[in-house]
């Protein structure tokens, strides 16, 4: 489950260490659930090309 949060905050062009919002009591899960939602960037970004421009 970490990992594939970490793979979806990295599509969005993030860094992983934004999971540990979720840490913060009552907004930090929200804050995270709403970053988790948020479309890829189009394109390839730092962490590698964009899965949805694979297909």
Excluded: F, W
């Amino acid at each position: 489950m970490l990992a594939v949060s970490v793979r979806r905050l990295h599509d969005t062009g993030r860094s992983g260490r934004r999971m540990l919002i979720a840490l913060i009591p009552v907004v930090g899960p929200v804050i995270h659930l709403v970053g988790m939602t948020v479309d890829s960037a189009t394109g390839a970004n730092e962490y590698g090309p964009s899965p949805k421009a694979a297909g």
